[in-house]
């Protein structure tokens, strides 16, 4: 608590004014407790330095599903039957107020913990909240991308902005004085598109749009994230696979604890235990779910578009037909390979697209460096350690964004979102 007073004084005579977000806070006023990048990205922040959120029962909320029907030249398999319908989640109060779009991360579902925990904080403090999935996400590729290809940044804004269109349309009772809009990794790049097509479709207006952890140049943050899969970690052998052995230190840490307790404070826990994850192996970790989410798209997208690269595009599948084939061989096919193989041939073959450094420029926020620089209404909150940025691209944010940009010293790739100095920070930029 007395941390948190000392930031809170710090940051009191600024919060009023347009340069409160100017701020490069250094680590011992910040109070954050994790200077393990690593470790903040898997474990984020100790239970007890977290906001006090609603339960789920004290929130108005439900799933909703719309129909999109995107045209393509292929329907979906038989299998796909659970996603041709996009699902997501509304959270509304019982009078009139402003209306926040949350967008999920590279891979994730509109339900995603972070998703989430943004939700509670903003319904908390009074905003009706419409939770996403990612346009890389299986369901947002089945139900709502027109080309089944996510990786082209306009486009996938382009397919999220209708759905924020169809959302708003099925929910016309709901009583709105403004709209914001946010988002988290992928999920902040896709704000940020999202952002500039309403400038020229005006139908939201959004009065302001806050960017958390966005890659900057978006080949940069895959590249990085798929080099995490290639460590060399310790312990294993022909015999032992990465699995196991993070599943043998897990099981030792239950039975020294006595029992089996899955909150969110596990990661947290485990890694202050003895059994904790090394740095080699952490980075395995991040790496591997990466690889996950990167081969689901893979497989998702050539699946659809019949490519033949993952699934032979007359190979029957039904909901009966085992799919662990085709997972394997999506495996092997990191975020660099998806692009190479899908995103630049029907980039090329739509637009008469050129290199892979034009399409790395049009799909980053390069490609918004103006509007973003001129936007008064958007800000970016990032973190010095985060394992997605490369080099110079906290100095294209702070030439870009100048008194919008707050650069936390730590917290690695949004670990300390569910900090209590982040969440008020948050609020605060929506509150003005």
Known sequence: MLRFLRFAA?????????SALAVDIDAASYGYPLSNPFEATIATTPPDLRPKLPLDEDINQSDRSITLRPERAFELPDN???????????????????LIFLIAGTGARYDS??????????????????QLS????????????????????????????????????????????????????????????VAHLDE?????????????????????????????VQTEVKGITSSTTFYELVLNKLTRYFQQKGYIDLNDALLYDFQQSKQHLTNEQMAMLIGTSFRFSAADIAFTSDLINRRGLITPPKFPITEGTSLTPFLKRALQCDFDC??????????????????LLQLIDQVSLY?????????????????????????????????????????????GHCGNLNYRVNSDAMLEFFRG
Request: net charge positive; glycine share 6%.
């Open 134 to 193: 990612s346009p890389t996400s299986f369901d947002f590729i089945s139900a709502a991308s027109r080309f089944a290809t996510p990786g082209i940044t306009k486009e996938d804004a382009e397919d999220m902005y209708r759905v924020m269109q169809a959302v708003r349309a099925q929910n016309p009772k709901v009583p709105v004085t403004d709209y914001y809009l946010t988002g988290y990794s992928l999920g902040a790049l896709d704000a940020a598109f």
């Open 10 to 18: 710090l940051f009191g005579g600024l919060i009023l004014s347009a």
């Open 338 to 355: 998806y692009i190479t193989e899908q995103v630049i041939p029907m980039w090329r073959a739509r637009t008469d697209g050129g290199s």
């Open 113 to 130: 913990s972070l998703n989430e925990y943004l939700k509670k904080l903003y319904y908390q403090a009074g905003y009706h909240v419409v």
């Open 367 to 411: 490609a918004l460096k103006d509007y973003l620089h001129d936007s008064p209404k958007i800000a970016v909150m990032h973190n010095a350690d985060d394992v997605i940025l490369g080099p110079g691209d906290l100095g294209f944010l702070r030439k870009t964004f100048g008194d919008r940009l707050t650069v936390y010293p730590l917290g």
């Open 80 to 98: 796909f039957w659970p996603v041709k319908k996009l699902t997501y989640r509304i959270a509304t109060q019982d009078k009139a107020a402003p």
């Open 200 to 228: 020229t479709r005006r139908s939201f207006n959004f009065k302001k749009v806050l960017l958390l952890n966005p890659p900057v140049n978006l080949y940069t943050s895959i590249t990085n994230l798929d080099k995490l």
